[in-house]
């Protein structure tokens, strides 16, 4: 069965304390993994998109990376504003590649 | 730039009402979805619309209906609510099917049913 896992559940860290979320998946035929932010009573907001194995993309404080099991998203030297729920999806199949598996997410807290 | 737009942002219903939720969506998408959101569990498709004119169920579609009245607009109804349809509700678009696009969403319904 698809699946998408995310760890841990829940993250507090201190200002400027790196640290990495975790996406794992076992899905057949993956052709991205997606990766989002979600403030309280807003919806998901676009973060990534990572399509195959070894692939990395940036943005300020945000890497995210990519193995064939797993994404991991790193965070450098968080401020408070990151603080947020981190939500992965996955898309599989060669077609209708819109049928999205989510994760539960973690929040993310970061204290000054 | 308002991307995806969804009417109510709240609302409170008795059980065995109905009512509408709309969405509009202002980036051309071809593709738009409903989905809710519920404490513990992930994202999941209500209802999607591949294009203007075509809707298809997705993995909870028990208890709604919905319309793609144009390619702006996709609104998700509750003909007869049960608390168990208590959650918030995300429409969120795409630039198509098959591309692999990220897709854009709303900023939510909170529907609470008592």
């Known amino acids: 069965e698809d699946q998408v896992t995310q760890s841990p559940e829940a993250l507090r860290l201190q200002e400027g304390e790196s640290s990495s979320l975790n996406c794992s998946y076992t899905?057949?035929?993956?052709?991205?993994l997606f990766w989002y932010r979600q403030d309280p009573g807003k919806g998901p907001e676009f973060l990534f998109t990572?399509?195959?194995a070894g692939e990395e993309k940036e943005k300020e404080r945000l890497k995210a990376t990519l193995t064939k099991k797993e994404s991991f998203l790193h965070i450098t030297a968080p401020k408070p504003e990151d603080s947020a729920t981190y939500l992965c999806?996955?898309?599989?199949?060669?077609?209708?590649?819109?049928?999205?598996?989510f994760g539960t997410g973690t929040r993310l807290q970061v204290f000054p | 730039n308002a991307g995806v737009t969804q009417t109510p942002k709240f609302q409170v219903l008795k059980t065995g009402q109905s009512m509408t939720l709309q969405c509009a969506q202002d980036m051309n998408h071809n593709s738009m979805y409903w989905y809710r959101q519920d404490p513990g569990m992930g994202l999941r498709l209500i209802y999607y619309?591949?294009?203007?004119?075509?809707?298809d169920k997705g993995e909870v579609p028990n208890g709604y209906n919905v319309s793609r009245l144009n390619k702006r607009e996709f609104s998700l109804r509750l003909e007869s609510a049960a608390p168990s349809q208590t959650s918030v509700y995300f429409c969120?678009?795409?630039?198509?099917?098959?591309?692999?696009?990220?897709?854009?969403f709303g900023d939510g319904t909170r529907l609470s049913i008592l």
């Open positions: 990572l399509y195959s």
């Open positions: 619309s591949a294009s203007e004119g075509t809707t």
């Open positions: 999806a996955v898309s599989r199949g060669l077609y209708n590649t819109d049928k999205l598996i």
């Open positions: 899905v057949s035929g993956l052709r991205g």
């Open positions: 969120a678009s795409s630039a198509d099917r098959v591309s692999n696009q990220p897709q854009h």
